[in-house]
């Protein structure tokens, strides 16, 4: 699973190298809110859930071991 949200995050952003654990997508600017939605679109498309509003945080989507917190969270396995 993580490879699929590394490659769902490159189609969105392919000039970022995502595989970087230690790297906070929001801070470094990597992910913006209008990137989250995309995000959380193709998450919920991919993984046919969907993800609540209040979960809609930056702090859900700062690196790829947040993501699969949120994807665990809705049920992913």
Do not use: H, W
Request: aromatic letters at 8%; a negative charge.
């Amino acid at each position: 699973m993580k490879k699929q949200i590394i490659k769902i995050l490159t189609e969105l952003r392919p000039e970022f190298d995502f595989s970087q654990e230690s790297v906070d997508f929001i801070e470094e600017g990597m992910l913006d809110s209008f990137d989250m939605v995309n995000l959380v679109n193709e998450l919920d498309t991919t993984y046919c859930i969907s993800i609540d509003g209040v979960d809609i945080l930056p702090e859900n989507f700062s690196t790829v071991e947040a993501i699969l917190k949120l994807l665990e969270k809705n049920g992913v396995k």
